[in-house]
């Protein structure tokens, strides 16, 4: 990656759409991912590998991942919260069939979030993702890791920066492709920001790469990814029209939007290898299968 580029991964199919109230088509899933692709995303989060009752958003898991496009430029990932999820990834591999490149594993830094978000203690999480990323390369398959309620939990508040550190200090022996802090409920601020990623960067020593994942539940996303940048991190998650919410963290809104995060780049001089005006029709063109525009600042200013 050049030095003023950054890399998208666009996680509208899966954080994007796990909240929406109405069952989103299988097929306009595989559309909506195709219209990613078109615009310039190479590394998309297409789905997550989780219980039906849990998610119902996510219950074709397979059969859109069965349907998308064999381009070897591009990387699908699969979020799974446990070893069942990195099975099913697997498995979507069986029989010559494409299927994902790498599955998302998942760290909650609070323990009652974890505990409802996927029955997990933090303790028991970093164990799990542990045996998780080990099992994924054993079998093929890249796996990174995320640390979720990195910034605050809506359960127990403020998320001390040594709880994260921690974890992340756990799991960095078992070299994930990458470790991502995520801002789950949108509290954080760009100081808090630059001092997380910051202390994150002295103790991966550019051994693992950084990943950033934020939601705009109170406007400070796209500052908080400009914040990010200026510390280090170069890849960022993402959502086409700001969609996204967790549907166990009270009040979540959406991810930052693909379309504001791009703007602010590629108007700073950092290439992100995203065609804005493709991304906005995508935007307009979702809007119209969802009812009702998209949270998108610039898509709605264009």
């Not at 079998?139 to 508040?157: K, M, N, R």
């Amino acid at each position: 990656m050049a030095p003023d580029s950054i890399e998208l991964v666009e996680v509208g199919p899966r954080d994007g759409l796990q909240n929406e109230p109405d069952i989103v088509s299988t097929v306009d899933k595989v559309a909506l991912i195709n219209r990613m692709i078109g615009y310039g995303a190479r590394r998309l989060e297409v789905a997550s590998f989780v219980h039906p009752k849990r998610v119902p958003q996510m219950a074709d898991a397979e059969e859109v991942i069965a349907a998308l496009p064999d381009l070897e430029d591009v990387t699908y990932i699969g979020l799974t919260l446990n070893k069942r999820g990195v099975m099913r990834g697997l498995a979507t591999r069986e029989g010559g069939r494409r299927g994902i490149d790498q599955v998302g594993c998942v760290v909650v830094a609070s323990d009652t979030f974890g505990q409802r978000n996927q029955g997990q203690t933090i303790a028991e999480g970093i164990a799990e993702n542990r045996d998780m990323i080990r099992f994924a390369k054993a079998e093929g398959l890249s796996a990174q890791v995320t640390i979720s309620a990195a910034f605050g939990c809506p359960f127990e508040g403020e998320v001390r920066p040594e709880t994260v550190l921690r974890i992340a200090e756990e799991l960095a022996p078992e070299a994930p492709s990458e470790i991502a802090l995520a801002d789950t409920i949108g509290v954080g601020v760009p100081i808090q920001v630059e001092e997380l990623f910051g202390r994150l960067a002295e103790l991966l020593k550019g051994e693992i790469p950084m990943r950033c994942h934020f939601h705009d539940t109170r406007g400070t996303g796209i500052a908080n990814a400009w914040s990010a940048y200026r510390t280090g991190v170069r890849t960022f998650d993402a959502s086409l029209g700001g969609l996204g919410g967790c549907p166990f963290a009270p009040n979540a809104t959406g991810n930052i939007a693909t379309e504001d995060l791009i703007y602010i780049m590629e108007r700073s001089g950092i290439a992100t290898g995203v065609e804005l005006d493709a991304a906005i029709q995508s935007n307009r063109g979702f809007a119209k299968i969802l009812g009702r525009d998209l949270p998108s600042r610039v898509a709605r200013a264009a």
